[in-house]
């Protein structure tokens, strides 16, 4: 694994540490604050969030597993896609407990917690592991710069307005988006390192 990707999960780690330490700070409010003012209500990006579904990114991720059994036999790799998806639910399920803080004040809300935002976290975990599976191991689909690109950057939209219908949903603050970026991103990177740890020519380094 490139040694810059870990360098930025630790700091993105220390980013969902700060934000956790910092949420309840009248500048975090004010940040929130701002992002409800300008996105709360718009419709045609809260249609995203069910791409951030659990029961969708599992039913997904259980498609990728079937695929990695009779396309690659890659054992470790069906570990993988496990790890990310069905551990970082967890994950972030067991910090919201944890944390406990309540959700916006609107009409209707959930009753659940709302730091870090599980659709912000999965949803960033799962497509980032999906475009790693098609584009990073070994017998891997994508075989062209182009196609790569396009893969990445499809993933990277995605994660952004999943992310982002949380907040014109008035489902989360900002910084619960921002948080599970932050540390769905260092939770992948931390899975990927696991993966490629013994397989150093098997897999075209990330």
Not at 146 to 151: A, I
Not at 156 to 166: K, N, V, Y
């Amino acid at each position: 694994m490139n040694k810059r990707h870990l360098m930025v999960a630790f700091c993105t780690f220390i980013i969902f540490c700060i934000l956790w330490m910092t949420y309840e700070s009248p500048f975090i409010q004010a940040l929130d604050t701002l992002a409800s003012n300008l996105l709360y209500g718009v419709h045609w990006i809260t249609m995203f969030h069910y791409f951030g579904e659990t029961k969708f990114i599992f039913v997904i991720s259980f498609i990728v597993l079937i695929f990695i059994g009779i396309r690659k036999r890659d054992y470790k790799l069906m570990l993988f896609v496990f790890m990310n998806v069905g551990i970082g639910f967890g994950l972030y399920q067991f910090l919201k407990y944890l944390i406990e803080r309540p959700r916006p004040d609107i009409i209707d809300q959930f009753s659940t917690f709302s730091f870090p935002s599980g659709h912000a976290l999965h949803g960033l975990v799962y497509l980032l592991t999906i475009a790693y599976v098609f584009d990073h191991t070994s017998d891997r689909v994508i075989n062209s710069k182009k196609n790569s690109r396009t893969v990445w950057i499809t993933a990277i939209i995605l994660i952004l307005f999943i992310g982002l219908s949380r907040i014109t949903e008035g489902r989360h603050y900002a910084s619960d988006v921002l948080a599970g970026w932050m540390l769905g991103y260092s939770w992948f990177i931390l899975s990927v390192w696991w993966y490629e740890q013994g397989n150093p020519l098997k897999n075209k380094k990330f």
